[in-house]
């Protein structure tokens, strides 16, 4: 399956389906994931420096004998290692570990107060040497974001959040998208919660989908990149077939209507 990209505002284009590698760190499961995705059609995979997982990644994509381009492949510098000297030497590191001289998508992983500006800085560097094709950030609000115009030579190119049906942030997505700043969903299912929810079930019965299908192509059609987490052969594909149906005005009508702000992951909301 050929899944569609977005243009990011560089000119990078990221498929809109990605697998989430989070938690993934078992050799053997990790290889059968990335083998079940292969075949599915995945070309984007996202891992961080803290997912402890990025040399399974680059043993995974090399094994693969699928070429280097044809895979888009995020990474995320963790906090403790945001600063002047800390972010380059721990991406040198990260390169390392995923075997290839560069990454498609570099990312903050959390708007650390004040180191994150250092960090920042660091990244465009990064990018300007050709170690990352785009740079972004993720768990920033529309606050991080405005500070980061006083000092940032350019804004992020991708933020990658928590969403989905149930925390739908509309505030934040007309931001990015004022600034042409793409979201990228994590958690987009919710890690599972809500999936009885009556409208969803209603609307994934009439199109012949799971409620988790549903809740994937409600973001793929609002122009987010969706990068759902998996360890399971069957759920991979699920996952990423999405693109056999559209939801109509109505069905998104009522989706909109059960947006009830529930996170199931940390809160950047009160960080200064």
């Given amino acids: ?55 399974l990644l680059g043993d995974a994509w090399r094994a693969s004998g699928v070429a280097r381009e044809q895979f888009f492949l995020t ?3 963790h906090i403790g290692s945001f600063g002047t000297r800390k972010t380059p030497k721990s991406f040198t590191g990260s390169l390392e570990k995923l075997q290839t001289e560069y990454v498609d998508l570099l990312l903050l992983h959390f708007p650390v107060p004040i180191a994150r500006k250092a960090a920042w800085l660091q990244l465009e560097k990064i990018k300007a040497a050709g170690g990352a094709r785009s740079i972004g950030v993720s768990n920033f609000t529309i606050r991080h974001l405005k500070e980061m115009e006083s000092y940032a030579s350019e804004l992020p190119s991708v933020n990658q959040v928590e969403l989905h049906v149930f925390l739908q942030q509309p505030e934040l997505v007309d931001y990015c998208r004022e600034r ?29 989908k799971s409620p988790a299908q549903i809740m994937l192509r409600w973001c793929v059609q609002n122009g987010f990149v969706v990068i759902p987490k998996s360890v399971t052969a069957e759920r991979i594909s699920a996952n990423i077939n999405i693109f056999d149906f559209t939801l109509d005005k109505d069905d998104l009508a009522k989706i909109k209507g059960i947006n009830r702000n529930l996170r199931t992951c940390w809160d950047p909301t009160y960080v200064p």
């Fill in 75 to 77: 990474t995320k510098i």
């Fill in 180 to 208: 042409n700043i793409i979201i990228e969903a994590y958690s987009p299912l919710a890690h599972g919660k809500g999936m009885g929810d009556p409208i969803l079930n209603e609307i994934a019965k009439k199109y012949d």
């Fill in 1 to 55: 399956m050929k899944v569609p990209e977005l243009t990011i505002v560089d000119g990078v284009t990221i498929p809109q389906v990605g697998l989430g590698l989070w938690q993934n760190t078992d050799p053997a499961e990790f290889a059968g994931a990335f083998s079940a995705a292969l075949a599915a059609g995945y070309r984007h995979f996202d891992t961080a420096q803290i997912y402890h997982n990025e040399q």
